[in-house]
């Protein structure tokens, strides 16, 4: 199992994998940036090497960045729609000098406009930024589908992906609290399978390439995105017992985005997962005392 978080930035590329190597992260994702907006740094080549090495050497694999909250790909305003391409290609260019395997990207809101109309915008976003010579794999997430977002449906992301020029560099990242929130029903066993074969159908198993593990402060279907601490939330212990031995789901990264005020709190969830990655479902566990 490749298990890590999101790691903070603050400080600097070389305290981020400082953080990161305290935690026993075997994969990290980070913000090349400040994910709100602000003055965008150039990065410095002899920090990206150190960076590249120190994380390499720590066994810390795959690397994954995460785009800018503010940008929206589906922006139906032509002049903002511009500007949010123009960073999300700057974003893929740093993701690339960083040398992330992969470049997480939301997909947006369409504002309106109608999901076809955004749908169409994400995708030609995508392509100008796969332009770039490159091998950083951009991954679209699934959504909470709060208001007027895209990417709550497999559907959409299959529907971006295809009118991607370059799609083959385009793979997708899966949310379980945006899952849940979304009504992927992730929480039962059954649900479970469903949804795994539900996305093969609709996008294809290969596309599968991450996983953001997270419990969900906000109940099924309430379309509100929420993290919240593994198990403590409305997905819940036995739920991410069987997701997390799942072989589907073991077999990729697994990154935390869980609430945190200091690092313990990613310690105490980083435990949480390893735990129950570790203990066999009490059914099984059962059949083998017999
Ligand atoms: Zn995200
Ligand atoms: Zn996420």
């Known amino acids: ?46 920090i990206v090497q150190r960076f590249d090495q120190e994380r390499r050497a720590a066994g810390i694999d795959p690397l994954a960045v995460h785009g800018p909250y503010i940008l929206n790909l589906a922006s139906p305003d032509t002049g903002l729609w511009t500007r949010f391409a123009t960073l999300y290609a700057e974003e893929y260019r740093r993701a690339t000098q960083l040398r992330a395997q992969y470049l997480v990207t939301h997909v947006g809101s369409h504002r309106g406009e109608g999901e076809s109309a955004g749908i169409r915008r994400v995708a030609e976003a995508v392509s100008l930024a796969l332009a770039t010579r490159s091998d950083v794999i951009i991954l679209l997430e699934n959504t909470a589908g709060s208001g007027q977002g895209l990417g709550y449906q497999f559907e959409q992301l299959a529907q971006i992906r295809e009118l991607v020029k370059g799609q083959e560099r385009v793979g997708v990242c899966l949310d379980t609290a945006h899952l849940f929130a979304a009504g992927y029903a992730i929480h039962t066993a059954d649900g ?64 935390l985005e869980t609430p945190k005020d200091t690092e313990a709190e990613d310690q ?20 083998a005392t017999n």
């Open 1 to 46: 199992m490749r298990l890590g978080v999101h790691v903070s930035i603050a400080g600097g590329l070389l305290e981020a994998v400082a953080r990161a190597k305290r935690l026993r992260c075997t994969t990290m994702q980070i913000f090349s940036r400040s994910p709100r907006g602000g003055r965008v740094l150039p990065l410095d080549p002899r």
């Open 192 to 255: 479970l399978e469903q949804t795994l074969t539900a996305f093969d159908q609709v996008v294809g198993a290969d596309q599968l390439k991450l996983i953001h593990l997270n419990d969900s402060k906000v109940p099924f279907q309430a379309r509100v995105d929420r993290h919240w601490h593994i198990g403590e939330g409305q997905i819940g212990f036995e739920a991410f017992r069987r997701i997390v031995t799942h072989p589907r789901v073991r077999s990729l990264p697994l990154i």
């Open 268 to 287: 105490r969830n980083l435990a949480t997962v390893r735990r129950l990655a570790q203990s066999p479902d009490p059914e099984n566990a059962c059949h």
